[in-house]
């Protein structure tokens, strides 16, 4: 009840507006315990960002994962701090290695021609559990933890609205998710 709040701008689909809004925090001179990156888009059609990414893939993934590295600084002197990246069951019906097992950058930010939703989707949540991973082997030592967590389909949102597919899958499973 004597918490101040205040709402800050972030748009995670620009690495500009990701870098302003990491800038405008740190002149605020706070400390930063906890950093929850549970943004999200599913089953968009493909889009590349002003970055000239594709879409998801920045939302998703990279947005965060530039936003961890901008305020890192800041999650060390604030220590003991957490940052928890929700990710997605999902994570386990994709691969983002080629055939000789390397990275494959195209798999992250595919072409138009190459993309389909639900892969894009679940290439990013794989990528959010790996940042995670190495973000916790690098930073707990300085008292900074970092976890990745599936939500669970606890709570119904609307982030299947893109497709009326996924709209009529979600329907079908909101019996057993739980409401606000």
Same mark, same amino acid.
């Given at each position: 009840?004597?918490?101040?709040? +205040? =709402? #800050?701008?972030?748009?995670? =689909?620009?690495?500009?507006?990701?870098?302003?809004?990491?800038?405008?925090?740190?002149?605020?001179?706070?400390?930063?315990?906890?950093?929850?990156?549970? =943004?999200?888009?599913?089953?968009?059609?493909?889009?590349?960002?002003?970055?000239?990414?594709?879409? &998801?893939?920045?939302?998703?993934?990279?947005?965060?994962?530039?936003?961890?590295?901008?305020?890192? !600084?800041?999650?060390?002197?604030?220590?003991?701090?957490?940052?928890?990246?929700?990710?997605? +069951?999902?994570?386990?019906? &994709? +691969?983002?290695?080629?055939?000789?097992?390397?990275? !494959?950058?195209?798999?992250?930010?595919?072409?138009?021609?190459?993309?389909?939703?639900?892969?894009?989707?679940?290439?990013?949540?794989?990528?959010?559990?790996?940042?995670?991973? +190495?973000?916790?082997?690098?930073?707990?030592?300085?008292?900074? &933890?970092?976890?990745?967590?599936?939500?669970?389909?606890?709570?119904?949102?609307?982030?299947?609205?893109?497709?009326?597919?996924?709209?009529?899958?979600?329907?079908?499973?909101?019996?057993? &998710?739980?409401? #606000?």
């Amino acid at each position: 009840h004597k918490a101040k709040v +205040e =709402a #800050m701008t972030l748009d995670l =689909a620009s690495l500009q507006s990701v870098q302003h809004f990491a800038e405008a925090f740190k002149s605020k001179n706070l400390p930063l315990h906890i950093l929850i990156c549970n =943004a999200a888009v599913f089953g968009a059609p493909w889009s590349l960002t002003e970055d000239g990414l594709e879409s &998801t893939f920045q939302v998703n993934h990279l947005g965060h994962f530039y936003l961890v590295r901008l305020l890192e !600084d800041v999650l060390r002197q604030s220590s003991p701090a957490r940052v928890v990246v929700v990710s997605s +069951e999902s994570h386990r019906f &994709t +691969e983002i290695k080629d055939s000789s097992g390397k990275l !494959d950058f195209n798999l992250l930010s595919p072409s138009k021609k190459e993309y389909w939703a639900m892969l894009a989707y679940n290439r990013s949540k794989l990528c959010n559990i790996l940042f995670s991973n +190495e973000l916790n082997r690098r930073l707990s030592p300085h008292g900074v &933890t970092s976890n990745s967590v599936h939500p669970g389909n606890m709570i119904y949102s609307s982030i299947h609205r893109n497709w009326w597919v996924y709209t009529l899958l979600f329907t079908l499973a909101r019996p057993f &998710t739980k409401s #606000m």
